[in-house]
């Protein structure tokens, strides 16, 4: 968030109200606290990819801007830095079996230009002065990653470092007050094939970033919409969605995400809000927690859906689970975004309940997460406390 071109401090932390029968209140593992970062896409044309083990030649001739950084950091070599994030970038793609991005000239010209913005406008913007139509030819699903960090958190000139923390940082969200995952998203979308980066330091120390990727006509035609729009919209795996990256994996040190023999647990992005009855507590190894209890209808941010003896959990404090059969686990990607009724709606409550109530046909609802209703198997889109409406009587906007 940006605040003067500082880095504004936030707790991030679970629903306290939440034990019945403890006298001490669960201790959360996914503690993040800065805000820097913001992603944006634009899915206005669609289309989708055909894999490929073809090999994309990077192209960085337009990196080479000269090193301007004020005293204690003329030793930063923005160019090198460019190159080292699109070495990184495209390392993380290869670990999630994806194909290579290649640089081109007028995203990274852009690119640059919107970093270079964030200087005198004193921060990053939230996409409002983000403008598609000047990636063109590229501005096919065109998405952007944006951020800001103080040189003291980096810690380091060597460009390797600088790229791997920042790219770190888009997987991972650790300083998103709200973190959807929508940098990874953009970074693992498998329906572009381009990239620009940006890199600029204010006279602060304040080091600001910028992906601007999508696809140029040739590119775009090779994909098909409808699988481009589910993975915008996220219609498949919602919940766990796996990936990997190595530097993000290895941060998780605690036994909580340490695999062994009847425990395997893939990467989540969302949550849970437990049903309307008191929820156990189980441990890692399945133990159901004798002084802990969930409140009935409360939230939960989740980092891990575990299988613990065959049988699914999700994570929700440190060596704290609840039973897939105890929950309703939803996901946070389209966070913000909004859907239309197409119908006069049916509102459904968090059990998949017809609650009475109807919304009216062309009312549009600001939406924060999908879940999917678990009586009647529709994804449904939540749009206040405990009211769901399902995907058959929306549009998403």
Same mark, same amino acid.
């Given at each position: 968030?940006?605040?003067?071109?500082?880095?504004?401090?936030?707790?991030?932390?679970?629903?306290?109200?939440?034990?019945?029968?403890a006298?001490?209140?669960?201790?959360?593992?996914?503690?993040?606290?800065?805000?820097?970062?913001?992603?944006?896409?634009?899915?206005?044309?669609?289309?989708?990819?055909?894999?490929?083990?073809?090999?994309?030649?990077?192209d960085?001739?337009s990196?080479?801007?000269?090193?301007?950084?004020?005293?204690?950091?003329?030793?930063?070599?923005?160019?090198?830095?460019?190159?080292?994030?699109?070495?990184?970038?495209?390392?993380?793609?290869?670990?999630?079996?994806l194909?290579?991005l290649?640089?081109?000239?007028?995203?990274?010209?852009?690119?640059?230009?919107?970093?270079?913005?964030?200087?005198t406008?004193?921060?990053?913007?939230?996409h409002?002065?983000?403008?598609?139509?000047?990636?063109?030819?590229?501005?096919y699903?065109?998405?952007?990653?944006i951020?800001?960090?103080?040189?003291?958190?980096?810690?380091?000139?060597?460009?390797l470092?600088?790229?791997?923390?920042?790219?770190?940082?888009?997987?991972?969200?650790?300083?998103d007050?709200?973190?959807?995952?929508?940098?990874?998203k953009?970074?693992?979308?498998?329906?572009?094939?381009?990239?620009?980066?940006?890199?600029?330091?204010s006279?602060?120390?304040?080091?600001?970033?910028?992906?601007?990727?999508?696809?140029?006509q040739?590119s775009?035609?090779?994909?098909?919409?409808?699988?481009?729009?589910?993975?915008?919209?996220?219609?498949?795996?919602?919940y766990?969605?796996?990936?990997?990256?190595?530097?993000?994996?290895?941060?998780?040190? &605690?036994?909580?995400? !340490?695999?062994?023999? *009847?425990?395997?647990?893939? $990467?989540?992005? @969302?949550?849970? +809000?437990? %049903?309307?009855?008191?929820?156990?507590?189980?441990?890692?190894?399945?133990?159901?927690?004798?002084?802990?209890?969930?409140?009935?209808?409360?939230?939960?941010?989740?980092?891990?859906?575990?299988?613990?003896?065959?049988?699914k959990?999700?994570?929700v404090?440190?060596?704290?689970?609840?039973?897939?059969?105890?929950?309703?686990?939803?996901?946070?990607?389209?966070? &913000?975004?909004?859907? !239309?009724?197409?119908? *006069?709606?049916?509102?459904? $409550?968090?059990? @998949?309940?017809? +609650?009475? %109530?109807?919304?009216?046909?062309?009312?549009?609802?600001?939406?924060d997460?999908?879940?999917?209703?678990?009586?009647?198997?529709?994804?449904?889109?939540?749009?206040?406390?405990?009211?769901?409406?399902?995907?058959?009587?929306?549009?998403?906007?």
């Open positions: 968030m940006r605040n003067g071109g500082n880095i504004i401090m936030f707790s991030k932390v679970k629903k306290t109200a939440i034990l019945i029968a006298s001490a209140l669960l201790t959360t593992s996914l503690g993040g606290t800065v805000v820097f970062a913001d992603t944006a896409s634009n899915t206005t044309d669609d289309s989708a990819l055909t894999k490929t083990n073809s090999d994309a030649t990077a960085t001739s990196t080479s801007t000269t090193t301007k950084t004020q005293a204690g950091y003329e030793n930063i070599d923005l160019a090198s830095v460019k190159l080292a994030m699109l070495n990184e970038l495209n390392r993380l793609r290869s670990q999630n079996n194909k290579p290649t640089s081109v000239d007028i995203l990274n010209n852009y690119a640059q230009a919107r970093t270079d913005s964030f200087i406008s004193g921060g990053v913007d939230d409002s002065n983000w403008h598609s139509a000047n990636m063109y030819p590229y501005n699903t065109a998405e952007e990653n951020a800001q960090m103080p040189f003291s958190m980096i810690g380091s000139t060597d460009p470092i600088i790229a791997e923390k920042i790219t770190d940082e888009f997987y991972s969200e650790t300083y007050s709200t973190p959807d995952f929508g940098h990874r953009n970074m693992l979308n498998p329906y572009i094939s381009y990239v620009g980066i940006g890199v600029s330091v006279n602060t120390g304040m080091i600001y970033f910028s992906q601007e990727m999508g696809n140029d040739e775009y035609s090779k994909y098909d919409p409808t699988d481009v729009k589910d993975y915008y919209m996220t219609k498949y795996n919602d766990a969605n796996p990936s990997k990256y190595d530097l993000a994996d290895t941060d998780r040190k &605690g036994a909580d995400y !340490t695999q062994r023999k *009847d425990y395997v647990t893939a $990467d989540m992005r @969302g949550g849970v +809000t437990t %049903k309307n009855y008191v929820t156990p507590v189980y441990d890692r190894y399945g133990n159901k927690n004798k002084d802990l209890e969930l409140a009935p209808n409360s939230d939960w941010i989740s980092d891990i859906v575990a299988t613990i003896n065959g049988k959990y999700y994570h404090s440190t060596n704290g689970f609840v039973s897939a059969a105890d929950v309703l686990p939803w996901a946070k990607f389209l966070y &913000g975004s909004s859907v !239309t009724a197409t119908t *006069d709606a049916k509102v459904y $409550d968090n059990n @998949g309940n017809f +609650t009475g %109530k109807i919304v009216p046909k062309d009312s549009k609802w600001i939406m997460r999908r879940a999917v209703n678990p009586k009647t198997k529709v994804k449904m889109y939540h749009i206040a406390t405990n009211a769901w409406l399902q995907e058959n009587q929306v549009n998403v906007n």
